[in-house]
């Protein structure tokens, strides 16, 4: 595996390369890495395509600069690595925050996108438990010590002692997401596969999302089936997604090919 830094809007990123082939672009989930999120993942899309992990703001081995975590610049710092990564164009799977932030770009950069994968996001505060962004509100980095994103930061970072300001940093990004009207779901070109849990974010917001997708219709007329697709996972929650490639990665590949 290929590993360096990238220099972007500002940002020293990281990233992690394997596999030749179609870019396909890996956007990890908050407080974590490209291995944390995507480590049962990695190796195996990479045997069939070029796969590039991007590690985002104050996350992993990025350092943090002197700006607030913000979906809409975190897709800026991605938009301006490809360039450098020899990319015109490629497919974007993004887990969580890294859905948002692959979201984004769908939206405001499809030219780069061929094909889109977002897993476990929403395009709306609708999308959350009732209560959920308010809970994250009172979250303290104590709280975390021991978890797997703690150890994740503590052996991966280049300043550990920052953990306590990345928290900090992910509740006041919590406080300001980007909120995403139908219409500008609608617009969106590329073919996009929508991957939630059954005890993931709400099932109906999901399924509204999948509608303004071009969803929701009855495959079996002659109009066929759309464009986009809709998987949900049995017996799965948010954070166990990254650990449910054996079921995955068959629905990942059949939609990339």
């Known amino acids: 595996m290929k590993t360096g830094y990238i220099d972007t809007n500002g940002l020293r990123m990281y ?3 394997a596999g030749e082939g179609r870019p396909l672009v890996l956007l990890h989930g908050a407080f974590s890495g490209a291995q944390s999120s995507f480590g049962n993942y990695q190796a195996e899309l990479a045997k069939e395509r070029r796969v590039i992990a991007l590690e985002m703001q104050g996350h992993a081995h ?3 600069v002197d700006r607030p975590l913000r979906v809409s610049t975190m897709a800026q710092d991605v938009v301006g690595a490809l360039p450098q990564l020899g990319i015109e164009q490629a497919d974007f799977l993004g887990y969580s925050m890294g859905g948002g932030i692959a979201l984004d770009i769908g939206i405001r950069h499809s030219d780069l996108v061929r094909k889109l994968l977002l897993m476990s996001v929403s395009y709306d505060n609708s999308g959350f438990h009732p209560g959920m962004l ?3 509100s009172q979250l303290r980095p104590e ?4 978890s797997p994103w703690h150890a994740d930061y503590m052996a991966s970072a280049p ?4 953990f306590p300001k990345l928290v900090e940093k992910i509740i006041d990004a919590n406080q300001n997401l980007p909120e995403w009207s139908d219409d500008d779901v609608r617009s969106i070109q590329p073919p996009t596969l929508l991957v939630t849990g059954d005890s993931d974010v709400v099932l109906e917001h999901m399924v509204r999302f999948f509608r303004l ?3 929701g219709v009855f495959g079996d007329t002659p109009a ?3 464009k986009s697709q809709l998987a949900v996972l049995p017996g799965t929650s948010h954070t166990m997604m990254v ?3 054996q079921v995955l990665l068959p629905i990942l590949r059949a939609f990339l090919d």
């Not at 709280?143 to 021991?146: C, D, E, F, S």
């Open 224 to 226: 066929g089936l759309p």
């Open 159 to 162: 300043r550990p002692e920052e």
């Open 15 to 17: 990233y992690q390369e």
């Open 134 to 136: 308010d809970g994250l």
């Open 143 to 146: 709280m975390l010590v021991g």
């Open 62 to 64: 990025t350092a943090d």
């Open 213 to 215: 997708l071009g969803g």
């Open 243 to 245: 650990d449910r490639a």
